[in-house]
């Protein structure tokens, strides 16, 4: 089953509110047994963490039909900050009601099953990308994995968002470009 009809079965079936945020602005988001789910219905996000040093990393794209907070369903809270690349809704769902969902319908299981395995192993492939790629090669890599979403028309990508989201300074990120620009 495909992401989009997968995340609409849940947004039919569970009850769910919805969030507007606006481009280019941080939120922070709690996770967890006791709070939501999030569901991106519209829009492209960036979770970020902070760095000693006051920079951003981002940890993961979000586009339409992404889940967010899934470590609730094991009993982790956690508090994310995301950073709006576009215009984004959200759809919240209470976390405990989700998880009751999954445990009566074992087709949606399934599908959730294969939902996270993707995402597992998106992470993993980011992970060896920022740990053993270089700048160059990192850069790339992010812009390649824009390009394999399906990009809202308000999207602003700017250099210091990709520094942010590879976790560079945004000066490296624009002798990096220049470097792959000359390349070519």
Not at 74 to 92: A, I, M, P
Request: aromatic residues 8%.
């Amino acid at each position: 089953m495909k992401d989009e009809k997968f995340v609409q079965q849940i947004l039919d079936i569970l009850p769910s509110q919805t969030l507007e945020l606006k481009r280019k602005k941080f939120h922070t988001f709690n996770f967890g047994p006791q709070h939501n789910v999030w569901i991106v219905t519209d829009g492209l996000l960036m979770s970020v963490r902070s760095a000693e040093d006051g920079r951003f990393k981002g940890t993961g794209l979000y586009d339409s039909n992404s889940i967010l907070g899934l470590g609730g369903f094991y009993g982790h809270d956690k508090e994310v900050t995301c950073f709006t690349l576009s215009k984004t809704t959200l759809r919240c769902i209470p976390t405990r009601l989700f998880n009751d969902l999954l445990k009566e319908n074992v087709d949606l299981c399934y599908n959730m099953m294969l939902y996270s395995s993707r995402m597992f192993t998106r992470v993993m492939d980011e992970l060896e990308t920022s740990t053993l790629r270089t700048l160059e090669e990192q850069i790339a890599s992010f812009e390649h994995n824009l390009m394999q979403m399906d990009l809202p028309d308000d999207l602003s990508v700017t250099e210091t968002c990709i520094a942010m989201a590879i976790g560079a300074h945004p000066v490296s990120v624009s002798r990096a470009r220049k470097r792959l620009k000359e390349g070519l």
